[in-house]
């Protein structure tokens, strides 16, 4: 305790820039972006000609990989890598537990005559075939059968990681088993993506435009973080173990002046920011913006906005790229929710987009009467699937993480709706009423015969109670906890698309029967339906009041406000149709899934509840002990003088010891009846039941951290924690 706040100290006060420090008016952004991809550039100079054109289309279309081509696309991949430095090579890949996955395989190998060569060749780079036993498979996979095949995803380019002593080449691929079943979060992604730019097509025929690159879905992750001096991390087994504090009373100050948004950068966190970013630069990924976030310690990062499978890849790597560096700089980089109670946790706001280089947004409202109706049709496909399978948009950000944050006045309930701003409501409003206003204005929007007042509106929403909000050219996914992976949010998200954009060109073929001129009508009465049938999920209102949740409830919305409640929507009925209809997930596959999503629940709060009991119990009750035991001996020496006294600070001690021991022993009888088995009741006891006995813990002992002498308090402080930077 004591040594830990000592050290912080003196991390902070004797920090200096490390050893060389970064110039970049020697090397510029420009030349490290980049660097350390092989990309169409890498790809131009070193592959022949031939070769180059028929992987550019690979990638482009994301068909698949011949193996004559692979051979020479992976020795050309060798040669550059080791140029580079590089020594080893690994299949890099996304298990369910959301974190990333890598086994190294060196280059070399002996060539038989005592000495060795470099050896890479195409069956390498395009299938690697891992140990898989040891991942979560929700039963797809018994241990006899544990391959599984990783594969590499074209779409994702290959790089090189960069260490102190050595840099190895990382190929991004996708993980399945034997049978062929996602044990992974990239395989559904890609399978999601090919069953949306199909239906995407086929509506984007209907009027007329034509498009070589497939329709591709695109996210922008807003990507939150706190940082602390790692000395606290150490002597805090909470945050080590669970990323979360489990004790810690609230500071006297906290974010309640709003002091902390935007603020200026401390040195050592903008020093910090600096190298993620030139780390990034080098990785190819295109971060933009940083920032102070609301709670004290907390940061920013966000990046421009690519392909959703590349931007997914990105954002592991910006996870990863976060915690290491921090280390570099005596910090630690904390991604879990809600590391402090009391303060705002962390989320990721996914920015959402349908569309390709050639058509741009498809949430982008046009300038042409026709590109408008197509942008309303888009979005009544994204606000018909909400209100479909909302409740399988909520599912995919339950985590016990996420809990602790959803709906607690600092992010979007788990009731989900879409905002649309006033205009665009408007605009629906008025097709709903077939009451449409005409405007004499030259730059009106219309659509079809009909006028509509000028788009586009309202695009700097700042409703930020939102789960998902039209704002100006994409939805904005407000929900995704900042730990997560921001693939099953696409993935639900880019299927829900699929089956409305399904809907609707079956809809508009039906009424146009290859008529062209009959599509102005068919799209204004398809719209009027649409909005008649889903506009309950239309809120614009303020997500957080208390009328809203009055109101969504007598709307029919769900309100699944924990990870028990929302994980079976991940098997209703609804949505092994809607996944298995278009191949994203087999049914198999999708209760896999809804196994391990809730085993993890259960296992982080069993852990978090083992945290509990060991930190009472080892070093919270010997410190607020010891305090007793000085408050007793002053009160024995004051009556040796003839004092009569009662020691209130002693009686209060006393009593919030006692009822501290109680809980914890509560908690152990708690723990000691989880019912085993069904994984649901599972679950559904651990937040039910374990939790509220954690946090009567944690009320108590953080009543006894306002009380005990600060000398003696062992854990630091959320003060020491939040403020020294
Ligand atoms: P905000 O105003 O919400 O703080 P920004 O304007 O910086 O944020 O954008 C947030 C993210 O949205 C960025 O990653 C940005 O690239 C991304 N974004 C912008 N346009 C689109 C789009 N059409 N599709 C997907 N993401 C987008
Ligand atoms: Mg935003």
Redesign the pocket.
Known sequence: GIQSRLNAISAVTNYSPTAAPLNFAETKPTDLFGCNVFNHKVMKERLPGDAYKSLKKTIEYGEKLDSALADIVANAMKDWAIERGATHFTHVFYPLTGLTAEKHDAFLVPDGNGGALAQFSGQMLIQGEPDASSFPSGGLRTTFEARGYTAWDVTSPAYILENPNGTFLCIPTAFVSWTGEALDKKTPLLRSLQALNKQAKRVLQLFGVETKLPVIS?????QEYFLIDRNFVFSRPDLLIAGRTLFGAKPAKGQEFEDQYFGAIPRRVLSFMMEVDRELYKLGVPV??RHNEVAPGQYEI????EAGNLATDHNQLVMTVLRNVAKRYGMECLLHEKPFAGINGSGK?L???L?NAELG?L??PGETPHENAQFLIFCAAAIRAMHRYGALLRATVATACNDHRLGANEAPPAIMSVYLGAQLTEVFEQIKSGNIKGSKKKDVLTVGVDTLPPLPMDPGDRNRTSPFAF?G??F?FRAVGSSQSIAGPQVALNTMMTESLDYIASELEKATKGDPEKLNTAVQSLLKKIITEHEAIIFNGDGYSEEWHKEAAKRGLPNLKTTPEALPEITAKPVIELFTKYGVLSEAELHSRQEIYLEQYSKSINTEANLVIRMAKTIIFPAAMRYQGELAATCANLKAIGHDVKMITLEDVTAKLRMMQKSVGDLEDVLEKVPHGDTLKEAKYFCDSVLPAINTVREWADSLEIVVADDLWVLPSYQEMLFIK
Do not use: L, V, W
Not at 218 to 222: D, N, Q
Not at 302 to 305: N, R, T, V
């Open positions: 695109y996210a922008g992750p807003e933009k913006t966000a990046p421009i906005f706001h920015n959402y987009s569309g947004s949430f982008d704002t050219n994409r904005e």
